[in-house]
C-alpha cells in the first residue's frame, strides 16, 4: 500500500490503526517507578507495521501512544511516546515490508523493542523530572516486559494474513 493520505483506503487504514493503538496503550498493565506505564499497544504497533507498512507504523505508533498519554493524565510522556513509537512502527515496518516472514518479523521486533528501550532510556535520563539516571535504568526491565508483549503483534499479524491473504500485500 503507497502512503498517500489523499486516498480514502489509507486513510481509513491509517486511522484505524491509530485508534487500535490508542485503545490498546489505554490497557495499562501495571505502573512503572517514575510514573509511566506498561501497556498492550505494541501488539497494534507492530501489527500495523507488518500489515500496511513503515508509515503507518509510525503515524499510528506514534500518534496513538501520544494521545493515549494526554488522555490518560500523562502528559509529560506524549513528545517521547509519540517520537518513541513512531520510530519503533516506521522500523519494524520498514524491516518487514518486502518479507514478512517470521526471521524478519522477528528481525523487525528486535529492532522495534531496542527503539523502544533505547529511546525511553535517553528520553527519561535527559529529562530531569524523570528521575534521572538512576531511574531510567530502573525502567529498562519494564520496556523489555512490554517489547515482549509487543511482539504478540506478530502472532496476530500472521494470523490474520494467513486468514486474509491479500493483507500480506498490503504493507509492501
Do not use: C
Not at 506505564?37 to 507504523?57: C, R
Not at 528481525?107 to 531511574?135: D, H, K, Q
Not at 511482539?151 to 499479524?157: H, S
Amino acid at each position: 500500500m503507497k502512503f498517500d493520505l489523499n486516498n480514502p483506503r489509507t486513510l481509513a487504514n491509517t486511522a484505524i490503526m491509530t485508534a487500535l493503538v490508542l485503545g490498546l496503550t489505554f490497557i495499562h498493565i501495571m505502573q512503572t517507578p517514575t510514573g509511566g506505564y506498561i501497556h498492550f499497544g505494541d501488539i497494534a504497533i507492530y501489527f500495523a507495521s507488518f500489515a500496511f507498512g513503515p508509515w503507518v507504523g509510525l503515524v499510528a505508533g506514534g500518534l496513538g501512544t501520544g494521545l493515549a498519554d494526554m488522555l490518560s493524565g500523562y502528559p509529560s510522556f506524549a513528545p517521547m511516546s509519540l517520537i518513541v513509537h513512531g520510530l519503533q512502527g516506521f522500523a519494524a515496518g520498514w524491516i518487514a515490508r518486502k518479507n514478512p516472514r517470521p526471521l524478519y518479523l522477528a528481525l523487525a521486533i528486535l529492532a522495534g523493542g531496542a527503539i523502544v528501550i533505547a529511546g525511553y532510556f535517553v528520553g527519561e535520563a535527559a529529562i530531569p523530572i524523570f528521575g534521572g539516571l538512576t531511574a531510567a535504568v530502573g525502567e529498562i526491565p519494564g520496556n523489555v516486559v512490554q517489547e515482549l508483549i509487543g511482539a504478540l503483534g506478530a502472532i496476530v499479524y500472521t494470523a490474520v494474513a494467513d486468514a486474509y491473504p491479500r493483507l500480506r500485500q498490503a504493507g509492501s
